[in-house]
Structures are given as C-alpha cells and as structure tokens.
C-alpha cells in the first residue's frame, strides 16, 4: 500500500493559519476515523498533536486542529508561531493492526 | 511520566544481524501494545512492526516479514526488534512508540521515544 499523500512543504508566516492535507483511500482515511497527526523537531522525539481525526491530547494548544472529508485529512495551524516550524505527518489504521503514514510536509515559518 | 528509551543500534554490515530494545516506564507495559517505527535519511517515516500487550498478535511490514522479529519482555518492561539479514536499505533511525489504548492493538501510536540509528553501508 502506498503512503498517503502530503504537500512536501508549506509555509506561513507568524500568526497566519496554515493547513496541511492526507490524502488516502476508502481502505485507509476513508475506511476508519483513526488518523493521527505528529510534529517532527530534530532529534526530538515525534511528538503527537491530533488522534482519532480531530482530538487533541492533553498539553496540545487549541491552535492545533484536524478534520476528514472523505478520503482525505487535514490539518490546520493557527496563529503560526515560529516553533511551529518542524516536518508534520499524518498516519491512518488501515486494518489488521497495521498502520500506513503519509509522506511528510516540511512547515516553514516565515 | 511515559519513557520510551531505544538502544542497540549502530554499524552492521549488509547479511549481518541486530537486536534493538526499547525499556518502558510510566505506564503500565502490560497493557499496552507496542511499536517499531523507522524513518531513513533524508525520507519520511515508516511503520515496521507492532506486537500486542501480551505478545499474542505481531504484524509487519512487507518490507521487512520474515528478516525482522518483534518481541517484548513483561518482566523487563522492554521491546525487542531482531533484525536478520540487514541491507542497506534497512538504514533508518528505529522508534519505538506505544500503542494509545489499553488491551487494543494497532492504533497509531500516541508516546514515541527518541530513536536509535542503525546504519547498513551499502
């Protein structure tokens, strides 16, 4: 199966609001609300901002939010600050207790 | 507080075999079910393996079935990844991460730890 598809980049400047797509199929997205989102910092551990489509972990700021529309998610980041800037990846069950991530998208705070 | 620390990785040549470990703690380990996650130079991450809280269901990727064994010690609270037959594009920083729910195996993950890099030259 093929990773989901994400923009390789995006960019925004502080405070602006930016989204960032998942795009999959009915196998994956489509099939279950089970997409989560994580923010990679270097040499960080990845940490995660959004489970189960559109839920935020406890510590998570509200200007993190996910949403579904079909076969695809996103994410949405409000009110840019620049430790915002990092790579963010979506990830989907896609059943048999196996998961499938998308590509990446490198955010950059301008 | 959740703890995942990854150890073992390095430089092994091409055919040669590796065993990663992941020691858990703040959170009960019994419960949870686990996963190794990898991402290589320069690309995007990757799920490799997930085993359930009690070891009864372990799954891969294609990638890696029947090179890779996924294992965990209760008594330990630590995860094991025995990699055989290593090749170069097996190179990768290696994640553990921890299933969110208890007793329920396979969601993406919610802890991670900071990774341990295996290097295979080509």
């Known amino acids: 199966q093929s990773a989901l598809t994400q923009p390789a980049s995006v960019s925004g400047s502080p405070g602006q609001s930016i989204t960032i797509s998942c795009a999959g199929t009915s196998s994956d997205i489509g099939n279950y609300n089970l997409v989560s989102w994580y923010q990679l910092h270097p040499r960080k551990a990845p940490r995660l901002i959004i489970y189960e489509g559109s839920k935020r972990p406890s510590g998570i700021s509200d200007r993190f939010s996910g949403s579904k529309s079909g076969n695809t998610a996103s994410l949405t980041i409000s009110g840019l600050q620049a430790d915002d800037e990092a790579d963010y990846y979506c990830c989907s069950y896609i059943g048999s207790f196996s998961l499938i991530f998308g590509g990446g998208t490198r955010l950059t705070v301008l | 507080q959740v703890q995942l620390v990854e150890s073992g990785g390095g430089v092994v040549q091409p055919g040669k075999s590796l065993r990663l470990s992941c020691e858990a703690s703040g959170f009960t380990f019994t419960k949870y079910g686990m996963h190794w996650v990898r991402q290589a130079p320069g690309k995007g991450l990757e799920w490799v393996a997930v085993?359930?809280?009690?070891?009864?269901?372990?799954k891969y990727s294609d990638s890696v079935k029947g090179r890779f064994t996924i294992s965990r010690d209760q008594s330990q609270k630590t995860l094991y990844l025995q990699m055989n037959s290593l090749r170069a594009d097996d190179t990768a920083v290696y994640y553990c991460a921890k299933d969110p729910h208890g007793l329920v195996t396979g969601y993406p993950p919610d802890y991670w730890g900071q990774g341990t890099l295996v290097s295979v030259p080509a």
């Open positions: 085993i359930s809280y009690d070891g009864s269901i372990k």
